[in-house]
């Protein structure tokens, strides 16, 4: 199994180079025209997601699920592909769809603009003014659909393994070059890679099933799959189809579970070791059932040469997913850690997988929302996250076990704003989780100063109507700048304690 | 017009007091539920139990900064608000309110030939400007839920965004995250236009967000952060600009807080719980109620200021039929929001007894109970 992905811009010769590449490796050429019109025969609208986002409109529920079924069916194709043989895709950005899988070799391919005008200009009998336009509006209309598919920017070239300038090197120059970049370790497959692929193939298909299905189709899902188990998670208000998400999942070959989870966002969960008996658990566990939201679990697992470097999808060992088995049962269940040279740090209840075990009570508990193992260097990890998915809150573990307590501050420091940067949500220590969104103690203390406050605002102005009133009523210079300054600074003070109040009144009741 | 206590600050007993605490709440859940100020409701409402327009708008306005000031917060945190893009528009807009507080005042002190029938011309005048143009955005937005529906389009079209991008109106200014490229001309009608409403009427959003997104061609979720950046300064201004009028009625404020505040966390998580588009219809329904209920009062400011001859009397009657029609608007959006929210949150509960049952059963079937 190989995978390479190259990303081409608008007649930049990455086609042209595609096709030179995988001649010489003897691999599967791949175009996005064949999976575009692949898509199209399986009756997915593709052609109405280009023309959204051409012509710049917002999506519509149905076009935000008609993507979701188009990502869906990329994923399959790919995963198919590249699991049954060796593949070279070319096509615009189908790499991010496999994010944290290692061993693809993700490509871009630029040229200088004076090349592509001249093609353009003698393909499509445009003058340079035309075709200058012509090409700015072809790579406008691919930021917006990068943007809007994967949540990534084009010209951000950390997304990819290389970047190759066509400029001044020949097609095929660049394909034997490239053949022996092909050739390196890092690109090789490996039985983890094979696993976190069919992890992907097993939640691609199952989410096309659910496009595919009339009762279900027209609601939106997170579909993650573990091991032959799949987790499907849909918003509160998709709540009546919940029935009849594990009858058309069950319909997947290769599906042994299904886990549901009704949830309105996500918090991810980071850690190197889980475990079910933490108190950091039913922390978690707390805020997400408050918050409605599904718990990802990423476990973290340093890099084998223990340098930084990219995010890789390690495998995660097999255990049976019937919640009923015993403990012993479950430890039993072999799966491919045999083949993976990969070893599962610690031992948990359930055979030694730690992730699985926790991934699993998730699941009983109604929160679960996904669950990785990455092979990875914490200081890269952002590399390897979903922008796409809505996250709300990311809890970051005890990570960086191996380090001194000192650098273990400073490096969780370090990945706390690398993560806030990437998905802009607040990120907490398991501390802090519990201060800032658990501890009712202070948060009631403080409510209830703030309400005495608000109270004694409330009846100062209330009894003494007249008196206030008459300080609005400002004649003089002196009393126009008074009453302007006094009223800009007690407006917000009052909405802000008086919101700090009924908020935390809501949180009480659940409501938040 | 109700009794006076002070100049043009109504006598506040506690029914009139609870009455414009509930419209705070009413308003408050509209608010988070739509996205919007919440203007739209209070406003008139506050006019319907006595208050004078101007009154109730300055006192709106002031109400609003607040509120916007917490919520720039949020989007700025999220990445939602183009501070360059909403820096440019506040400065055009602070002349848009600086016009709209001038023609308010002026036309509060028009009397007519007896000398009676002050602030009648103001009313009329902020009664018409509300009619217009949310009857606009109330029957574009119902337009867009039924094509929806309907055909499963996308969202609204750039069409217009890049017709007037095509036309290079130099000099041009670029937004990097709104990601846009506009002219300084588009800009300025922009801010003017939601700087005048937003000082005549007290709702900014529901034009400058479409304006936003329609003629400059800013993503949804960065227009609605940028607005609210926008709404932060503007409502400071217009504030500052109604108290030195000495049209903010601070009680009043301070009621509408006591509502929405509370009301705008559960209209937030209302939008949790129910699909998009039954969000924007209920929208756009209690809008066109609103317009409604504010168009049934016109004939009464017409009667004050001798422009049409109708017995008195009738203006309690029009006055009663716009309040009931507003509280109707407001009261019913509020239930399908309220009855929507207590039924999620009732699935929820049931759900995670559901599943903590099983839990125990399951471990008592692995001897771990």
Redesign the interface.
Known sequence: MGLVCISRGSYSRGKELAESFAAKLGWECLGREELIERATDAGIAVG?LE??VV?????????VLEKEHYQAFVTKELCERAIRGNLVYHGRAGAMLLRGVSHILRIRVVEDLESRLLRVSERLGLSRDKARQYIDELEGDL?RWMRTFYNIDWDGYTNFDLVVNLESMSVDGVATALCSYAQLPSFQETPAVTAALENHLLAARARIALARDQATYRVRFKVTALNREVSVAY?????GVAGEIERVVRTVEGVDAVRCT?A??NILWLEEQFSSEEPAFDDIVHVA?RW?AGVELLKLQAAEDGEPGEPREAEVRRVDPD??A??ADRGRQGGIEDDSGVETAGAGTYGGDDLQEVWGELA???VAGGARQVEADPRELSRALDRSTPYSLVVVGDVFRSKGSAAKVRLKRELGAQLSEAL??PVVGVQELRERYISRGRELVRAACFGIIVAL??AA??TH??E???L???QTTVE?VA??AG??I???V???L??KV??T??HLV??? | MAELLLKDFIVLDLATALQVVLLGFIGGVLSGFIGSGGAFFMTPGMMNLGVPGVIAVGSNITHKFGKAMVGSKKHGELGNVDRKLGLCLIAVSFIGIRIAVWINSFLFGIEDAHGSGKGAAADLYISMVFVIILSVVGASMLRDVLRTTRSDQGGPSRKLAEALARLRLKPEIYFPVADVRVSVWILIAVGLATGYLAGTIGVGGFIGVPAMIYLIGVPTAVATGTELFLAMFMGAFGALNYVLEGYVDIRLTMLLYLGSLLGIYIGAYGTKVVKEVVIRLVTSLIILLCVISRAIAVPMYLRQLGWLAIDPKWDGFLNAASKLMLMLAGISGVLVILFNVVRAFRRQVVLHRRLAALAVDEDALDGRG
């Open positions: 109405r023309m959204a012509k710049r409109r917002q999506f519509s529920e149905a076009l930021h918003e509160p208000s998709d709540a009704m309105s966002t059932q409605g919640l009923g015993s403990p009983r508990l109604g802009r949500v605002i409330y102005i209330f109507q007249k206030i009133l008459a609005l009523l400002p126009k009453a302007v009223l800009l007690f407006v917000p009052v909405a802000f008086y919101g009924t908020k009144l809501l659940g409501i938040e």
